[in-house]
């Protein structure tokens, strides 16, 4: 019987650990969300300021515009 008890000690454990892995990677994938909204963002006044630097004068930006590098 000794045997069982370590053997269910043992498992939960392990189980343990892996839940605080599991919180812990959940939240490094909350971080990244958060961050990558952040640098889309970012991007998105990049490409309007980029699109208004580009026209000329009288004329309107267009944003939608790839560069033709794309």
């Known amino acids: 019987m000794q045997d069982d008890s370590d053997r269910l000690t043992e498992i939960e454990i392990a189980l343990s650990h892996q839940q605080a892995m599991l919180e812990d990677l959940s939240d ?6 958060a961050r990558i909204d952040l640098l889309s963002r970012r ?5 309007a300021r980029q699109a208004e ?3 000329g004068p009288g004329e309107a930006p267009d944003a939608d515009t790839r560069p033709p590098h794309w």
Do not use: D, K
Request: without cysteine.
């Open 28 to 33: 490094v994938i909350r971080a990244q969300g």
């Open 43 to 47: 991007i998105e006044v990049l490409l």
């Open 53 to 55: 630097a580009e026209a």
